[in-house]
């Protein structure tokens, strides 16, 4: 909620003129942007928080310290957002997965979101 990446989409967004709501409480996973008319959610992950495995990510890396404490951690993460993303898609949701690493790439993310939202 409010993370720097999430940040950087939620103001892109509002420059391509599309309008949004955030988190909305009734839909699993409280999706980043909600665009309801349109039954389509934006999904902002950090890339370590919720384990990007793209290969040339290098901002997922896994802890070298303290496994006993994050490897649970991270993979009940990944766990969640995958139940989340599939009740969405049960209920009718089109989702769309914002990594970390892609908002450095400005025009590829406005093309992606642009496809996207239509």
């Given amino acids: 909620m409010g993370t720097k990446p999430e940040m950087v989409v939620r103001r892109l967004v509002h420059r391509m003129g599309y309008r949004y709501r955030l988190h909305r409480k009734d839909l ?3 999706p980043d942007l909600v665009f309801g008319p349109r039954r389509k959610v934006i999904l ?23 496994l006993e404490y994050w490897q649970p951690k991270l993979e009940r993460n990944v766990a ?5 993303r599939e009740a969405l898609e049960l209920n009718g949701w089109q989702v769309l997965e914002v990594w970390e690493c892609q908002i450095r790439d400005t025009e590829a993310l406005e093309a992606r979101i642009r496809d996207f939202l239509g």
């Fill in 28 to 30: 699993p996973g409280k």
């Fill in 44 to 66: 902002v992950h950090g890339c370590f928080w919720h384990q990007h495995d793209h290969p040339e990510c290098k901002i997922a890396r896994a802890p070298k310290s303290r």
């Fill in 80 to 84: 969640r957002d995958r139940a989340n």
